[in-house]
C-alpha cells in the first residue's frame, strides 16, 4: 500500500454479515438432507386417493434432482463466505489495532463485494432450487398439479409467491449493500 493512501477497511461487520449467510445456508443444507433422507418411493407416501393423481417417477427423480442442486448452491455460497471471512482474518495487521469492538483490516474492497455477490447468488440459487424440490414434495404427497387438487394449490401457491418475493428483498438489499 502507498504511503500516505487510504486504507480500505474490513470490520466486524462484515465478519458478521458473513456469518449470517453461513447460518442460513447451514439450515437451509440440513432442510435438503432431511428431504433427501425421505422415501419418496413409498407406497404410504401420497395422501392423494385418486391413481391418475399420483406422482410420476419423472417427479420423484426432479425432487432429488432440485435437492442435490440446493445442497450444491448452499455449499457453494458457504465456502465462498468462509474464504473472505477467513481472507479478512488474515488480513489483519499490527497496523490496525482494534478499536473498541471494531476489528480493522486492509481488504480489498472490490474483492469482498464480488465476494458477496457470489455467496449470495449462491444462496439465491440454492432457495429456488429448494423451492421447486419442495414443489415436487407437495405434488408427490397431495396429488399432481394437474389434478386441481385445492389441497395440492394451498400448499404451493404461498410457497411460489413468499420464496420469489423474499429472495426479491434480499436481491435488492444486497445491491443496495453492494453500491454503499
Known sequence: MCEGAIPKLGTTIHISALDGIINVNSL???????????NPHDQG??????????????????????HVYSFSCFLFSSLIALCLKQAIRLAKSAHFP????LDLASINKTALRVGYLISAAG??????????G???????????????????????????????????????????????
Open 45 to 66: 407416501n401420497s395422501l392423494s386417493q385418486d391413481p391418475s393423481c399420483i406422482a410420476e417417477p419423472k417427479i420423484v427423480e426432479d425432487l432429488v434432482a432440485f
Open 98 to 101: 482494534t478499536v473498541f469492538t
Open 123 to 132: 444462496s439465491v440459487l440454492g432457495s429456488v432450487f429448494l423451492m421447486l
Open 134 to 180: 419442495l414443489i415436487n414434495v407437495v405434488q408427490i404427497k397431495l396429488g399432481i398439479l394437474g389434478c386441481g387438487s385445492m389441497h395440492t394449490y394451498g400448499a404451493i401457491i404461498p410457497l411460489v409467491i413468499f420464496v420469489p418475493l423474499g429472495l426479491l428483498i434480499y436481491v435488492c438489499t444486497v445491491f443496495y449493500a453492494f453500491t454503499r
Open 28 to 38: 437451509f443444507t440440513l432442510a435438503v438432507f432431511i428431504g433427501l433422507a425421505w
